[in-house]
RNA sequence: GGAGAGGUGGCCGAGCGGUCUAAGGCGCACGCCUGGAAAGCGUGUAUACUCCAAAAGGGUAUCGAGGGUUCGAAUCCCUCUCUCUCCGCCA
């Protein structure tokens, strides 16, 4: 969530970049909302703090008298302090309500768009970044979409994940097993080259941490929540990676801190039915690579180029065709403050799809974390960013699609070694 | 799952109703000492909120978390949580 003293600040800017969001008059007022209710915590938690150290002394003075003995001064001190202590509990309900107001009102305000976010209001209306400008793969007529090529070549089954769990958990096998393998070894040990420590952590989070990186309360039900032990299934490594860092004050030397890790991910993906589901499109559990890193504010956005580059070299490795895309403010999300996205081509399909996305989230998330660092001012929120690196089910439909011939389907010359065949 | 023992500052560890404003030690930083270092000595060593125009300096809270008893809680009571030991189950 975005800093309070941010907000008190630099009120302008605040609501300059939810206009950017579509906000307009009605919903902007929150903004001021919040400084209103602040301020009445303040004045309560002032006054309250002064009580306290009234009846502090009061107190030590009546241990004086009883050690003394004079136990009808002591009484009467009593009666002093049991007045005060009335007016606190008072002045603490006032606070504490008001801080909890606070705090739910600043859960409901998305991040700042960075300056260069470009205004729209949905997906037609994102920013081409890097357009693809070779020319596309052209197939021919009887190009297949990679549903049909997997039922084809043996390579994953939906039926039969319905049969085992339901629909959109998808069963790979054979070769297409093999290929996801390798695929998510060839991202891992890209990401190592890079700098980033790999990490294997839990698939299942407790609240406190899918609330530190912003997917609840903003993504309440597109998460499996399992009720018996309160725990939420990771819809993306970022929130168990990102929360190994929750609550901790960083070495400034110790930046950029850069983690990767493999994970399935689990999307409830409720209300998002229709055509373009079919095959790997969108499932409930797909595999993941993602990139994170908890750095200076002041690198963050050369650390977002630096992410940007793996991510298009992973796909020219793949030698797929793709477009990066800058989201515009209407279609990025609750907590990032500038959103690329990497869409490849979907060759039989004919569509991109979205493959990775890549976002610097600055203070938004460490500020619900409490990730700090140390400098000459005193404690500074560390900016933290994150990257697929990428999302597997769609890469694996774009290679099926992209390098099918009447022969079989050929494979990008870098996974022939993780994979062990060259073609399917 | 059952039984027991515990969670105190960056770390170890004392404290078990008032002087805890948390002893002592280690570590770390700075200074003195030294040709330089070690040792020794001295000083400092958290976080959040808040008051003050700011700095300096105050105030409040935090001894796993939350609640309670009390004029007063690290200390007593309740709930939760985590760790350790033993037993059971188990890849």
Same mark, same amino acid.
């Given at each position: 969530m975005?800093?309070?003293?941010?907000i008190?600040?630099h009120?302008?800017?605040? =609501?300059?970049?939810l206009q950017?969001?579509?906000?307009?008059?009605e919903n902007?007022k +929150?903004?001021?909302?919040i400084?209103?209710?602040?301020? *009445?915590?303040?004045?309560?938690?002032?006054e309250?703090?002064? %009580?306290?150290a009234?009846?502090?002394?009061?107190?030590?003075?009546i241990?004086?008298l009883f050690?003394q003995?004079?136990?009808a001064?002591?009484g &009467?001190?009593k009666?002093?302090?049991s007045?005060?202590k009335a007016g606190?509990?008072?002045?603490?309900?006032?606070?504490?309500?008001a801080?909890?107001r606070?705090e739910?009102?600043l859960?409901t305000?998305p %991040?700042?768009p960075?300056?260069?976010v470009p205004a729209?209001?949905t997906s037609e209306d994102?920013e081409v970044?890097?357009?693809?400008?070779k020319?596309?793969p052209n197939?021919?007529?009887? *190009?297949?979409p990679h549903?049909e090529l997997?039922?084809?070549? %043996?390579?994953?089954?939906?039926?039969?994940?319905v049969k085992?769990t339901g629909?959109?958990?998808?069963?790979?096998?054979?070769?297409?097993?093999?290929l996801?393998?390798a695929?998510i070894?060839?991202?891992?040990d890209?990401?190592?080259?890079?700098g980033?420590?790999?990490i =294997? $952590? $839990?698939l299942?989070v407790k609240e406190?941490?899918?609330?530190?990186?912003?997917?609840l309360?903003?993504?309440?039900?597109?998460?499996y929540? =399992?009720g018996?032990?309160?725990?939420?299934m990771?819809?993306? *490594?970022? +929130? $168990?990676?990102t929360?190994?860092?929750?609550n901790?004050i960083?070495?400034e030397?110790?930046?950029p801190?850069?983690?990767?890790g !493999?994970? $399935?991910?689990?999307?409830?993906?409720?209300?998002? !039915?229709?055509?373009?589901?079919?095959g790997?499109n969108r499932v409930?559990?797909?595999d993941?690579?993602e990139?994170?890193?908890?750095?200076h504010?002041d690198?963050s956005y050369?650390?977002? @180029?630096g992410?940007l580059?793996h991510?298009?070299?992973l796909l020219d490795?793949?030698?797929l065709?793709?477009r990066i895309?800058r989201l515009c403010?209407?279609?990025?999300g609750?907590?990032s403050?500038l959103t690329?996205?990497?869409e490849?081509w979907?060759?039989a399909?004919?569509r991109?799809?979205e493959v990775? /996305?890549?976002?610097n989230?600055?203070?938004?998330?460490?500020?619900?974390?409490k990730?700090?660092f140390k400098?000459g001012?005193g404690?500074?929120l560390?900016h933290t960013? @994150?990257?697929s &690196?990428l999302?597997?089910a769609?890469?694996?439909a774009?290679l099926?699609?992209?390098?099918?011939? /009447?022969?079989?389907i050929?494979l990008?010359?870098?996974?022939?070694?993780?994979?062990g065949f060259? &073609?399917?």
């Amino acid at each position: 969530m975005l800093e309070l003293n941010f907000i008190r600040t630099h009120k302008e800017r605040v =609501i300059q970049g939810l206009q950017l969001r579509n906000y307009t008059g009605e919903n902007l007022k +929150v903004i001021d909302e919040i400084v209103a209710l602040d301020d *009445a915590r303040k004045a309560a938690q002032t006054e309250m703090d002064n %009580n306290l150290a009234e009846t502090k002394r009061l107190s030590k003075e009546i241990g004086g008298l009883f050690q003394q003995g004079k136990q009808a001064e002591a009484g &009467a001190l009593k009666e002093k302090v049991s007045e005060l202590k009335a007016g606190i509990k008072t002045l603490e309900t006032t606070m504490m309500d008001a801080a909890e107001r606070v705090e739910k009102l600043l859960l409901t305000v998305p %991040n700042i768009p960075h300056e260069s976010v470009p205004a729209g209001k949905t997906s037609e209306d994102n920013e081409v970044y890097r357009a693809w400008d070779k020319p596309l793969p052209n197939l021919g007529e009887d *190009a297949i979409p990679h549903w049909e090529l997997a039922t084809k070549y %043996n390579l994953f089954d939906l039926e039969l994940g319905v049969k085992i769990t339901g629909a959109g958990f998808p069963v790979f096998r054979g070769k297409g097993a093999r290929l996801e393998r390798a695929l998510i070894n060839f991202f891992l040990d890209e990401a190592t080259k890079a700098g980033y420590e790999e990490i =294997i $952590p $839990p698939l299942m989070v407790k609240e406190e941490s899918a609330k530190a990186t912003g997917q609840l309360p903003d993504k309440e039900g597109q998460m499996y929540y =399992i009720g018996e032990d309160d725990f939420y299934m990771i819809p993306t *490594a970022e +929130v $168990p990676l990102t929360n190994i860092y929750r609550n901790e004050i960083v070495e400034e030397k110790d930046f950029p801190i850069k983690l990767t890790g !493999y994970t $399935p991910c689990f999307r409830r993906e409720a209300g998002s !039915y229709g055509s373009d589901v079919r095959g790997l499109n969108r499932v409930h559990q797909f595999d993941k690579v993602e990139i994170v890193q908890i750095v200076h504010p002041d690198t963050s956005y050369d650390q977002l @180029n630096g992410m940007l580059a793996h991510v298009s070299g992973l796909l020219d490795k793949l030698e797929l065709p793709y477009r990066i895309l800058r989201l515009c403010g209407g279609d990025m999300g609750f907590t990032s403050a500038l959103t690329f996205d990497f869409e490849v081509w979907s060759a039989a399909q004919k569509r991109w799809l979205e493959v990775s /996305s890549v976002s610097n989230f600055e203070t938004y998330q460490s500020n619900r974390l409490k990730v700090r660092f140390k400098d000459g001012k005193g404690m500074r929120l560390a900016h933290t960013l @994150n990257g697929s &690196a990428l999302a597997l089910a769609r890469i694996v439909a774009a290679l099926l699609e992209n390098n099918q011939t /009447s022969g079989g389907i050929r494979l990008p010359k870098v996974l022939h070694s993780y994979t062990g065949f060259e &073609a399917i």
